[in-house]
């Protein structure tokens, strides 16, 4: 499984960034997708999760009411849509696939993307 994701960059406060990540060399719905980040000088953090269903989706706390994961199975690929975004939400983001259950905690995905840079500056 390689899992490649896109669409970090540099944004002001109270702005927008979608986040993709595209599964390969697995089927991608049998897979539990998550989003995970990690702020600079601290430990990597859950974000959010959705089941390879599609039918549940987990958020942190920060992450709720202003983030939205979702996936497309068609396209092999999950989503983090970000909203009114934070300085605090400055971090590498991850994507992470397991098959086996839903993604919340750091310890449970086989697999991890390479991580892409969101920098909101205030």
């Known amino acids: 499984v390689q899992l490649q994701a896109s669409g970090g960059g540099m944004v002001e406060a109270g702005g927008s960034l979608r986040l993709s990540c595209v599964l390969s060399?697995?089927?991608?719905?049998?897979?539990?997708m998550g989003w995970f980040r990690q702020p600079p000088g601290k430990e990597r953090e859950f974000v959010a999760a959705v089941a390879s269903t599609g039918g549940g989706r987990y958020y942190s706390d920060s992450a709720k009411g202003r983030f939205t994961i979702s996936r497309d199975n068609a396209r092999n690929t999950v989503y983090l849509q970000m909203n009114s975004l934070k300085p605090e939400d400055t971090a590498v983001y991850y994507c992470?696939?397991?098959?086996?259950?839903?993604?919340?905690?750091?310890?449970?995905?086989?697999?991890w993307g390479q991580g892409t840079l969101v920098t909101v500056s205030s």
């Open positions: 992470a696939a397991d098959p086996r259950g839903i993604v919340l905690d750091v310890t449970t995905p086989i697999y």
């Open positions: 060399g697995r089927t991608f719905s049998m897979y539990n």
